[in-house]
């Protein structure tokens, strides 16, 4: 079998099955990170993102520096899913040879802003020669004993409910692959000739701009991860970056249960309706499906949400339900007249996933 036909998820369960135990592992394989018994009172919790140029990420759409931010950025919201406190990014990166030394630099300099913003620090890592740029962040940090949201929490009865607002990255991209077909017949600028300074060139085009800020600067919800962890009011969490119907399918599975969407009921950001226009497209798919939100997915007690949105970094981002726990299994999304959607992508996989 190919990975192709067994999928990123399949491919992970097996590398879970011959993983061996550990009496230190709290929580292995299978949710957004490890959480290790190290002793002390709190736990310790490590997670590792790579990003792939041509995969993950274009450097005719985004500078070096805002590459490392969303590097960066990715693993840090595995942390914040967790509700967990970052304390210190390592990264690994492969860079052409022939790369000038400034865009390095800025890479670099991306990561270390995006750690710092959420008090972390960069303590380490390796770089070696590669044709195409990669870069892998190990993000590390703590959480109370008792304290970790896990993937598994999720129960009968409950709400499922998202931070923020989704669909801004999914529709970043979309415009952005729409305006590099309509410029087919003219050749890019050369790639190694781009400047952190200059970065790469968007024009003046009112409907990317605030988009393409949630593409290229996702904010991870570390604050607000905490604060619902330590509230113990949040039964079950995990950040949405395979988007919100793939991710609602990940916590469904591990808590054994069925989640059901109302589309209508889940909250886009703004600027997607333009797009959406623009590109004769409905932005709630955006939404449902287009990844890289950071936000995160909670379960919790439907009676609780008011005093969760009392907490003061949960009302300043919102927390809005978008749907319930019942017994059975898988995600449904219904449409605003309660049948369920069919939807032409459930979400990202590594391995199935256009490149």
């Known amino acids: 079998m190919l990975l192709q036909d067994l999928g990123e ?10 993983a061996e135990g550990d009496p230190r592992l709290v929580v292995g394989i299978g949710d957004d990170a490890a959480v290790l018994d190290l002793g002390g009172p709190d736990l310790t919790v490590v997670t590792t ?56 630099r800025a890479l670099v300099s991306g990561l ?24 892998d962040v190990i993000a590390l940090g703590t ?26 990255p999914g529709a970043a991209v979309a415009l952005l692959k729409d305006r590099a077909l309509k410029r087919a017949g003219h050749p890019p600028s050369p790639r190694l000739r781009r400047t952190e300074a200059s970065g790469p060139s968007f024009g ?41 119907v793939a991710d609602a399918g990940h916590l469904a599975e591990r808590s054994g249960v069925a989640i059901i ?28 499906t287009g990844g890289e939100d950071f936000e995160l997915l909670v379960a919790l007690a439907e009676q609780d949400l008011s005093d969760l949105l009392e907490l003061d970094p949960v009302r300043a981002i919102g927390l809005t339900v978008v749907g319930r726990v019942e017994d059975g299994e898988g995600v449904t999304v219904l449409d605003r007249n309660g049948q369920p959607m069919h939807l032409s992508s459930g979400g990202w996989d590594h391995f199935t996933a256009p490149g």
């Open 9 to 18: 998820f399949g491919f992970i369960e097996q590398i879970a099955e011959i």
């Open 49 to 104: 993102d790579v990003m792939l140029e041509g995969r993950h990420f274009s450097l005719d759409w985004l500078s070096p520096g805002e590459v490392g931010w969303r590097a960066g950025a990715a693993a840090l919201s595995d942390l914040a899913a967790m509700g967990a406190r970052p304390v210190a990014v390592f990264a690994s990166a492969g860079l052409p040879a022939a790369w000038p030394a400034e865009q390095g």
């Open 112 to 135: 270390m802003d995006v750690a710092r913003s959420v008090g972390a620090t960069l303590a380490g890592g390796d770089c070696a020669a590669n044709e195409q740029v990669v870069l």
């Open 143 to 168: 959480v109370p004993r008792g304290q970790q949201l896990l993937r598994s929490g999720a129960r009968p009865g409950q709400v499922v409910a998202v931070t923020g607002a989704l669909g801004a």
């Open 204 to 244: 003046s085009d009112e409907r990317l701009g605030p988009l393409r800020e949630r593409f290229a600067h996702p904010q991870p919800r570390i604050a607000a991860g905490r604060r619902l962890a330590a509230s113990g009011l949040v039964s079950g969490a995990l950040d949405i970056s395979d988007g919100l």
């Open 261 to 288: 969407i109302e589309a209508e009921q889940v909250p886009v950001a703004e600027g997607c309706q333009a797009a959406a226009e623009t590109l004769g497209v409905d932005p709630v798919t955006w939404a449902l």
